[in-house]
């Protein structure tokens, strides 16, 4: 199985800040790695797809880049709305494994 | 609208069996997989298995397989997630979630959108 590794589990930000969130492959994965968020009590949602597409709807503050086994989600300013759990997911091969997950909290 | 609805909230004890289901709205059933992810309390996602309602043709994670089994029925439009004996650590939310092949410029990719709102299994003597 391919392991998802993110990093960090946690952090606090602030509006005024840049978050960037990272997730390792234990092997190569190309561009087959994606980013959900989900809020408490919520289903995930999609947020970036094939390492760097934004999803329909999902504001231009969010962006994804990486390939092979080192990605980045960064959040270019972060509003209220976006503190929540963010998932990264490779679709490379099954199981479709996910990291464990990196909480966003308000500083 | 595109959309996947699941049963509603169970309470079972150890032992018992239970199915739940996840209905598809909006597009045709058969020309995607159904995948199956689990939560539990406090804890992130797992990948437990997929269907292909088109042949029923299924795959599981090896954390899975022989606990849980994945079914559709294609002439409903429904998925369905069962056990034949709960357990105590079966205690969590279910999801159900489309996986979507798209075209980009660095080829085919998948996703999972969307998903179902859950299903909150409580077992529990």
């Known amino acids: 199985d391919i392991q998802m590794t993110q990093s960090p589990s946690s952090l606090s930000a602030s509006v005024e800040d840049r978050v960037t969130i990272t997730c390792r492959a234990s092997?190569?994965?190309?561009?087959?790695l994606n980013w959900y968020q989900q809020k408490p009590g919520q289903a995930p949602d999609l947020l970036i797809y094939?390492?760097?597409s934004l999803q329909s709807g999902v504001p231009s503050r969010f962006s994804g880049s990486g390939s092979g086994t080192d990605f980045t989600l960064t959040i270019s300013s972060p509003q209220p709305e976006d503190f929540a759990t963010y998932y990264c997911?490779?679709?490379?091969?099954?199981?479709?494994?996910f990291g464990q997950g990196t909480k966003l909290e308000i500083k | 609208e595109v959309q996947l609805v699941q049963s509603g909230a169970e309470v079972k004890k150890p032992g018992e069996s239970l199915k739940i289901s996840c209905k598809a709205f909006?597009?045709?059933?058969?020309?995607?997989?159904i995948n199956w992810v689990r939560q539990m309390p406090g804890e992130g996602l797992e990948w437990m298995g997929r269907?292909?309602?088109?042949?029923?043709?299924?795959d599981y994670s090896p954390t899975f397989q022989g606990h849980a089994t994945i079914s559709a029925d294609k002439s409903i439009n429904t998925a369905y997630l069962q056990w034949s004996s709960l357990k105590a650590s079966d205690t969590a939310v279910y999801y159900c979630?489309?996986?979507?092949?798209?075209?980009?410029?660095?080829?085919?990719?998948?996703?999972?959108?969307?998903w179902g709102q859950g299903t909150l299994v409580i077992v529990s003597s």
């Open positions: 979630v489309r996986r979507y092949d798209i075209w980009t410029a660095r080829g085919t990719v998948n996703y999972f959108d969307p």
């Open positions: 909006g597009y045709t059933f058969t020309h995607y997989w």
């Open positions: 269907i292909d309602p088109d042949n029923s043709k299924t």
């Open positions: 092997q190569s994965i190309g561009s087959y």
């Open positions: 094939g390492a760097s």
């Open positions: 997911q490779q679709s490379y091969s099954i199981p479709h494994t």
